[in-house]
């Protein structure tokens, strides 16, 4: 079973509405990841935080808008999205962003499918 | 620029036998990781297993091995015994060092579809 948990599984959401995905690990992790994935695509990392502080933003556009509250919470805050932004929204964590080897290995959850009418 | 190359788009095996999928990449990095991943239908990503550059021995995960060709870049995986279940998207990925061309991010593979039949 993964440790890492998203919910919820699917969303539907019309283009005004505001909505949030939850991403949650208890695997003591230190970064975590939001990726945006279209059908027969790889992900595309869109956030990454490391130790709760910001570090990477893919250069997404500010309707979504991402939050760390603590160090196993992940939330993505979704507002005035558009049909283009409906995909699979994978979470995942790894022990340290700068720690190598099997440190690095990202571990995802099972991921929520968002569908913007 | 680092990169990462699956060339089968969708390959179809023989349940119990074994299957080989192609990945080789790129990078001027001399420290790196390379992972694969599988993804069922249902959409979550599965780790599968891990190779660092500098491992001497070949990474072997139960069914999963991984043929590591440093020389060649290449990081090929193997699934021995083919079940129903191995029917999935599996994806190549490579890990840099944070300071280096991919910032630490992993960069992955278009991916192949395996298709297991009974």
């Known amino acids: 079973d993964t440790e890492v948990t998203q919910t919820p599984k699917h969303l539907v959401m019309g283009m005004t509405n505001k909505k949030s995905l939850k991403c949650e690990q208890h695997m003591g992790h230190r970064a975590m990841y939001w990726y945006k994935q279209k059908a027969k695509k790889p992900p595309e990392l869109m956030f990454v935080y490391s130790y709760e502080k910001l570090s990477i933003n893919e250069s997404v556009p500010s309707r979504f808008s991402p939050e760390c509250p603590n160090s196993s919470l992940l939330n993505l805050h979704l507002h005035a999205l558009q049909p283009e932004d409906s995909a699979l929204y994978l979470c995942?964590?790894?022990?340290?962003?700068?720690?190598?080897?099997?440190?690095?290995?990202?571990?995802f959850g099972p991921g929520t499918r968002l569908l913007v009418l | 620029a680092q990169k990462i190359t699956q060339t089968q788009p969708g390959m179809f095996v023989q349940e119990k036998e074994a299957v080989t999928l192609d990945c080789t990449y790129d990078t001027s990095d001399p420290s790196y990781g390379l992972f694969w991943y599988k993804q069922p239908s249902s959409g979550e990503m599965i780790f599968l297993i891990y190779?660092?550059?500098?491992?001497?021995q070949n990474a072997t995960e139960g069914r999963y091995s991984l043929n590591f060709q440093k020389a060649r870049k290449s990081a090929n995986l193997v699934i021995s015994a083919s079940q129903l279940g191995d029917s999935a998207m599996y994806f190549c990925a490579m890990r840099g060092t944070p300071y280096g061309g991919s910032q630490g991010n992993l960069i992955f593979g278009k991916g192949t579809k395996l298709s297991v039949k009974p």
């Open positions: 995942a964590s790894s022990q340290d962003q700068s720690r190598g080897g099997q440190g690095w290995t990202q571990y």
């Open positions: 190779q660092g550059s500098y491992d001497q």
